[in-house]
């Protein structure tokens, strides 16, 4: 009996020790993730107590603000579709997404560090967050929305400095209407839900090449006056390295990455950015480079042509040609350039330091073979390659020939590469004016 009894107090103080473990680990250790969720409703409930602050465009111009409706706060999205994708949405129902997840903090006010003489004449109202400034410009956006036109694909436009001038998904939603058409948004084909530019992921094709061709220059594989055979008949046949990136010389562009192996090519993909989560300030998908040993040659082949299982998105592929168009220096794309509280400016973006990983002469080069290939007297590559059942089209350029000022990267789902080159045009047209 007294056996059983001391079983008995040992099983219950063991499942005592599991529970209070258990409660241990959400409280303490997942607690302040849980609670600080954006799909947690708790904290959207008390989010109601305060004015959640607006989300700006580089202009000033509003892209999300909030109205009360009802007895409740309801977030409000003027730009609607045009804009859905990288501000994204708050709801009640749904949680956040996009700025409103990402710069949520600053938007209710629980990042704010204002001085007593801000703070003072607000004693007794209501408490009101800052405001998000971006660095999205909303004209361009517009035209680069108008630009994909119907087509599925994306847009993205970065400053050399790291600012992103534009990010457009299509198809998109209207966050406004949102919860009503949750359902048929989340099981539409068309997948209207998924931001392409930040985290949909392609194969990169030809545009890989980039990559490719910096490795081989910077380690004195060849120059952009050596030979290669670009496979054919005549007198086309042996080009220079010049010539590599342009749609006669594919052949040539895989031989020199099997040239350079796998260990040496991943190493400068990675110094790029791909393969990897990109450090910017909203959600983003990190796509996938594959290991790379040297021994399959096959395998190293198919990389090198830019498929094989590496997977990137277009803001991936807009950072590669910002670091060649920077001269070498990486560059780390960001949304969010300053917040703003009722007196001004509160807090800037922190400048980030420049990472040279490719030496000066090594990225001009690269810039060099770009303009051969490039498209309307733009230095850049484009491309067609299948993803999954369908085709996709690149193009990775730089603006302008004669004064670098921004890189842009185009996908459009279905479509040649013609196609792309065609919104590329009219978009970094739009941004040399934007920017000017």
Known sequence: MGDRLRSLAALHIGLFAVVAAWVGYWQVVRGPDVAHHPENPRLLLAEDRVQRGRILDRRLEILAHSVRRGGRTVRVYPKKEVFAHPVGYRSLLLG??????????????????????????????????????????????????????????????VELSGGVLASASRPGFDPNHLEERWAELRWSPSSPLVDRALSGLYPPGRPFGIVVLSAALSRGLVNLHSPVDCGGAGSQRIRLVRDILTGDCDRALVQLGVA??????????????????????????????????????????????????????????????????????????????????????????????????????????????????????????????????????????IGSAQQPRLAVAVLVEGAREEVAAAVAQKVVEAALRVIR
């Open 96 to 157: 956040k997404a996009g700025l409103e997840a990402s710069a949520d903090a600053e938007l209710v006010g629980m990042a704010e560090a204002e001085s007593w003489p801000a703070l003072r004449p607000r004693a007794g109202r209501p408490r009101r967050g800052l405001d998000v400034v971006t660095t999205l410009d909303a004209r361009l956006q517009r035209e680069a929305w108008l630009a994909l036109g119907p087509r599925a694909g994306a847009v993205v436009v």
């Open 260 to 397: 350079l192996g796998g260990r040496v090519l991943r190493e400068v993909a990675e110094a790029v950015g791909l393969g990897q989560l990109p450090a910017t300030d909203v959600p983003a998908a990190a796509g996938a480079l594959p290991e790379l040993d040297g021994r399959d040659r096959d395998v190293l082949a198919r990389v090198a042509s830019g498929d094989g299982g590496m997977l990137v998105s277009p803001l991936h592929m807009a950072a590669v040609a910002a670091t060649v168009a920077r001269g070498g220096e990486r560059v780390s794309p960001y949304f969010v350039q300053a917040v703003r509280g009722e007196l001004g400016i509160v807090d800037r973006a922190p400048v980030r330091p420049a990472t040279r990983i490719l030496a000066p002469e090594v990225a001009q080069a690269v810039v060099e073979a770009m303009k051969v290939s490039g498209k309307g007297g733009m230095p850049a590559v484009t491309g067609v390659v299948r993803a999954g059942r369908r085709s996709v089209g690149w193009f990775v350029g």
